[in-house]
């Protein structure tokens, strides 16, 4: 369309297309007015430094919420997100601790290639995000109560490990260089973090949108009996989204702990909320069958740049808090709104 | 021993916990040939289609294709051999296109992605040879029912179907849009695909047939050819009784105005402009169109239930206020929805909630808390007015057929002591005996001076039991036509009155 239609095309609605197009982009207008008064207020929120920040802060969050929203896109959600994130970020922590650092988990531990912690902590989540798909799918538990006890469950396990140290229960810090300059380095002048998450995106995209698996995925979310009725094996598709969630997982968490510098059993606590809730007002709708990638940025991000530019106006952390709850719930009956036109 | 046939079924018998539902039935399907399979609700039809499937397994009798014995083990086995079903319940991802649809479970790959460009042309040259014209990149949302069963059927056939089975194709299809269905059955058949055909209306299956077979009660009745056959004779051996007429006499005499409505138009799509008419006590006006004509957007919208741009409806010349459908039921309306497991029962409960829901508060005492009592009478009493047949008022809705759920809906809302009863698809899904009861029911409630809206896509129906027609096309009323002095033709005409070329260009 060009330019001139468009121009043309918005001003020949009626009021009732224009109420249309407020509602359905309505969250938006509302994000970009907070966005625009906090702009207004502290003008020198926009800089690169801050921009920089922003997409730095939203990148491991932007990988755990593809991992949440293929969950999503099945109907279901994930509550254990945020516990497994801290085990992987406690395993990725304690595998790669500065050899002179003094209060080592493993004090005899030699100096182990990157990605070996990587893929131990992987490994961990993985299994246990695969169990949640399992028990979804085999006892037809809502995702809810199963990914519930897997909240609590892992937290168990991880405090256990986290106290087996050799320290006993303390943070784990002091990481080695290379895991850090890797994970809060930068490339080119853009930071590492931002990179992983755009390759990640690009993964992501193909998964959802080209491969089998993510049609499948989709299948499965709009309508289960279709799938099933054609032949898409439903309990297979259900685990393989639940694994590539715990990848996800594994990832973000084993980047967390090198971000924040340390590691403890309460790392993840409550990322669950933040991950979600970003899905939800990305468009990814909790009916199931949809979303896409691009939604999930845009979640992330202005959830992120909301916040952010909260912090850096001075708001107490409480006020934080009313204002995205109240984005969350108005996102998503303003998303429910789209799709009954009914009322 | 079988190879004159395509598909034999051959003496199935199945039970549920005792309860013999297939006594030695048999069903033959000759290849290029479409084959009805009829009986009323309950007669074994779709239990022998689950059997067939593999969805249950009989306990006895066998199933030959081609002239070999086999046995599906799921509906995905049956689709690999050839035979497939369209289910009436359309299970599709809505959410998803056309092709996406088409292929799920077996999409072509090109490397580890799908290849969307074989999936894209085999699903052209596909609706080629059907004669569908869609874009296969459309979401089904944006579809019709009818075009969505079309993309179902061209699914089916895309397995390379040798039979296809259609339960009731055509429950929510108009007069034009069964027809194209049927274009595709002729191509079908002369591809030499078997096609059983199962249906209620009697006017398709005389138009399509070729040989007819009837159940009874789990009964095998008999396979004739339809040139053997007359509407009757298929009643008789469905039924196994004489049915005078398919329709009781109209003994409702219409009196003066009830309601009028003028001006009614819906804000949302899809959209109702403008309709106005009249309503006369103890009337039984019909509402005729086609799919997406408005017609059940029109008695929402009456009912409050839709969001309305502009209108007003009068009772007895005083105006009314129907914003919400609470203000509509204390305005004496009520609404029978089109779809009855949507909307309309709550499955898990029983027939005494179903009853009593929309009435409720009228069962409060003076402490606030319901009466058992007298909600268990007014269940009871529904049950012998209507004669619903259940054990008793405890049964839960779901396991009852489906004219007795629907009688039990009706039910409910005479509870509330309606005064105008919009009835959207009373009879649909429900078999001809207990069709003819349902009639006798709302041409009796007019008799007593209820006034009445059916909307049917069955012409024959509202031909039969209405006094007048109101005739609406794309959103608007096209006419207003007396029942005795009508016919099919006019009123199909008038259907097609405002279809525009937006419309067209959709299909």
Redesign the interface.
């Known amino acids: 369309m060009s330019s001139e239609n468009i121009v043309k095309k918005l001003f020949t609605k009626s009021t009732d297309e224009w109420k249309e197009l407020l509602i359905n982009n309505a969250i938006y207008i509302v994000v970009a007015a907070i966005i625009l008064f906090i702009v207004i207020r502290e003008p020198s929120f926009v800089s690169v430094p801050v921009f920089r920040n922003i997409l730095t802060q939203s990148s491991v969050r932007l990988i755990l919420a593809y991992g949440v929203a293929g969950i999503i896109i099945l109907q279901g959600t994930d509550l254990s997100l945020g516990r497994l994130v801290g085990f992987a970020a406690v395993v990725s922590g304690s595998l790669l601790q500065r050899p002179d650092y003094a209060n080592r988990f493993f004090p005899d531990l030699q100096a182990l290639p990157l990605f070996v912690p990587l893929l131990i902590a992987m490994v961990v989540t993985i299994v246990l995000s695969a169990i949640n798909g399992w028990v979804v799918a085999q006892f037809k538990i809502h995702p809810f109560l199963a990914t519930m006890g897997m909240m609590i469950t892992a937290y168990g396990i991880l405090s256990i490990y986290f106290a087996s140290g050799a320290p006993g229960p303390q943070p784990i810090g002091g990481f080695d260089n290379r895991y850090t300059d890797f994970v809060i380095g930068t490339t080119l002048g853009i930071p590492n973090l931002v990179i992983y998450a755009a390759l990640t995106s690009v993964v992501i995209w193909f998964l959802w949108n080209k491969t089998t698996f993510g049609k499948n995925m989709y299948a499965v979310g709009g309508n289960p009996e279709a799938a099933k009725v054609s032949g898409v094996n439903v309990m297979i598709t259900t685990i393989l989204v639940y694994i590539l969630a715990g990848a996800l997982y594994g990832i973000g968490g084993f980047l967390e702990a090198a971000r924040i510098g340390s590691a403890n059993n309460g790392t993840g606590f409550g990322y669950e909320l933040d991950a979600i809730a970003a899905c939800v007002v990305g468009g990814i709708s909790f009916s199931g069958g949809i979303g896409k990638v691009s939604g999930a940025i845009i979640g992330v991000l202005m959830f992120t740049i909301i916040s952010y530019g909260m912090t850096f106006m001075g708001l107490d952390m409480y006020y934080q808090y009313i204002i995205k709850g109240i984005i969350i719930v108005a996102a998503v009956s303003l998303d429910t709104k789209k799709y009954l036109k009914k009322s | 021993m079988h190879e004159e046939y395509l598909l034999s079924i051959k003496d199935v018998c199945k039970s549920f916990s005792g309860v013999k539902v297939l006594k030695n039935v048999c069903l033959n399907i000759k290849a290029g040939t479409v084959h009805s399979l009829m009986g009323e609700n309950g007669a074994g039809k779709s239990t022998l289609m689950k059997c067939l499937f593999g969805i249950y397994k009989q306990d006895s009798g066998e199933f030959f294709l081609d002239g070999e014995a086999f046995n599906f083990t799921d ?2 086995h049956a ?1 690999e051999n050839g035979v497939s079903m369209v289910h009436q319940e359309l ?6 296109t056309i092709s ?2 088409i292929w ?4 072509p ?1 090109k490397g ?3 290849d ?1 460009k074989k999936m894209y042309n085999d699903t052209m040259a596909l609706f080629k040879r059907l004669n569908i014209h869609l874009d296969p990149r459309t979401r089904l949302d944006k579809l019709s029912v009818s075009q969505r069963q079309m993309v179902e059927i061209a699914k089916a056939v895309s397995y390379d179907a040798k039979v296809i089975v259609l339960d009731e194709p055509t429950s929510s299809l108009t007069a034009h849009e069964v027809e194209m269905l049927f274009d595709i059955m002729k191509v079908l058949k002369n591809e030499g695909v078997g096609i059983v055909y199962i249906s209620h209306k009697m006017e398709e299956i005389f138009e399509v047939s070729d040989e007819v077979t009837v159940l009874r009660d789990g009964f095998y009745i008999g396979t004739e050819d339809i040139a053997n056959l007359t509407m009757e004779k298929i009643v008789n051996m469905m039924v196994g009784r004489e049915l005078e007429d398919r329709f009781p006499p109209k003994e409702n005499v219409p009196g003066d105005v009830h309601m009028a409505v003028k001006n009614l138009s819906t ?3 899809p959209e109702v402009h403008d309709v106005n008419f009249e309503l006369k006590r103890g009337e039984i006006l019909g509402v005729a169109g086609l799919v997406g004509a408005g017609r059940t957007e029109m008695v929402e919208a009456l009912f409050g ?3 309305l741009k502009s209108g007003e409806i009068y009772i007895d010349g005083k105006k009314i206020d129907n914003s919400t459908p609470n203000k509509a039921i204390k305005n004496h309306f009520a609404l029978l929805t089109e779809e009855r497991r949507e909307t309309g029962i709550y499955p898990v409960a029983d027939i005494t909630f179903n009853s009593t829901i929309s009435n409720i508060k009228s069962y409060k005492n003076r402490l606030g808390y319901l009466v058992d009592k007298k909600m268990k009478d007014d269940t009871d009493e529904q049950i012998r007015a209507m004669r619903i047949k259940t054990p008793n008022r405890r049964e839960k809705i779901r396991s009852l057929s489906g004219g007795n759920q629907q009688k039990v809906i009706i039910g409910r809302w005479l509870l509330t002591d309606p005064d105008i009863l919009l009835l959207d698809e009373p009879t649909r899904g429900i078999d001809v005996g207990a069709k003819y009861e349902i009639y006798q029911l709302i041409i009796n409630l007019a008799k007593r001076g209820k006034s009445i809206i059916v909307v049917s896509s069955e012409m024959p129906e509202l031909l039969g039991i209405t006094n007048r027609i109101m005739v609406m096309s794309n959103g608007r009323v096209s006419g207003i036509v007396n029942t005795d002095e009508t016919t099919q033709t006019e009123i199909f005409n008038l259907s097609a009155k405002y279809l525009n070329n937006t419309r067209e260009a959709e299909v």
């Open positions: 509906p995905k689709l299970n599709q991802v809505t959410k998803r996406d649809n799920l479970g077996r999409y790959t580890p992605f799908v969307e804000r949302y799509a239930a839709r969001t």
